[in-house]
């Protein structure tokens, strides 16, 4: 594995080789890193829980981590995404984790750099590493992903959570519904609602409303939103047993989701981000060992 750009790409069993790695790596394993290794996160959109959820695992494997600050760096200058890869690939850099607005960013870095690049979300795109924290956060409470039933709500057009999330529990067989407005349902199947999905739901997936990637659209309301598409508390009553619920994050409570599920029984949504530093240390140990 040179890079890590989406899950398909990855395939199945190249999904199982890292959830299996980071179990081991949870389990207290220590990392195989030879070598030093110089690695930079290159962040262009927000992030509170990929970027410091990587910035521990790197120093977890003992890298070397070296500061970048997209608002402070010559991009706002004008340099292209291209350029600054290859300067931090001339000045030694082995491994950059990239967050783009664009989707596949990575299109003009392919064949044109020998720098590891690891997608940590492109646009609307794919978001591979939480995607993988996804699968290992299921796994880890039902044993497999095989048949499971996911129904992911929310603005899933605009979501690459849903996208690679989708495209890697579909490797396994799983039954991936979708519940959202119409409007957002982008190249997603069919739409359903709680009353059909709820009953036999392994786990529900809520995502956040994406304002920020909309253009022109209607007025919104939080409250009309969660009264027709979010995680009521009646709702999460008519869960099955052991069922869970999950969000990638950042939530806004009371809209996807109701404020006191958020830490309820059910919630895994800490229990992803924990999942997140094994997964991300697994992903990268896995690459900068096939650079040694
Ligand atoms: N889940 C996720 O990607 O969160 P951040 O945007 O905070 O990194």
């Not at 519904?177 to 009953?199: A, H, M, N, Q, T």
């Amino acid at each position: 594995m040179d890079h890590l750009l989406s899950i398909k790409r990855l395939g199945p069993d190249g999904i199982i080789r890292i959830l299996d790695r980071a179990a081991e790596l949870r389990g207290g394993a220590v990392p195989e890193i030879g070598r030093t290794h110089y690695i930079s996160n290159l962040f262009f959109e927000p992030s509170t829980r990929t970027k410091t959820s990587f910035e521990v695992a790197e120093r977890r494997l003992g890298l070397e981590v070296i500061p970048f600050e997209a608002g402070f760096s010559s991009t706002l200058k004008g340099e292209t995404l291209y350029d600054t890869v290859r300067t931090l690939e001339a000045i030694g850099l082995d491994a950059l984790v990239i967050r783009h607005p664009e989707d596949r960013f990575y299109k003009d870095l392919e064949g044109r750099t020998s720098v590891a690049i690891i997608n940590a979300g492109d646009g609307s795109g794919q978001h591979p590493t939480q995607t993988l924290l996804d699968l290992f956060t299921l796994r880890e409470e039902f044993g497999t992903l095989e048949g499971l039933k996911v129904t992911i709500a929310g603005d899933v057009s605009h979501s690459r959570v849903a996208k690679s999330g989708r495209d890697a529990l579909k490797m396994f067989g799983a039954d991936v519904r979708i519940l959202c407005p119409p409007e957002w349902k982008g190249d997603f199947d069919s739409v359903g609602d709680w009353d059909e999905v709820l009953p036999d739901s392994d786990a529900v997936m809520l995502l956040r409303v994406q304002h920020e990637r909309h253009s022109g659209e209607g007025s919104f309301s939080a409250e009309g939103y969660h009264s027709r598409y979010g995680l009521t508390v009646e709702r999460a009553g008519r869960m099955k047993k052991d069922a869970i619920i999950m969000h990638p994050a950042p939530v806004n409570r009371g809209v996807e989701i109701a404020d006191e599920l958020v830490e309820h029984s059910r919630s895994r949504i800490f229990r992803q981000v924990e999942n997140g530093v094994y997964v991300r240390m697994a992903v990268l140990e896995t690459i900068l060992k096939g650079r040694d």
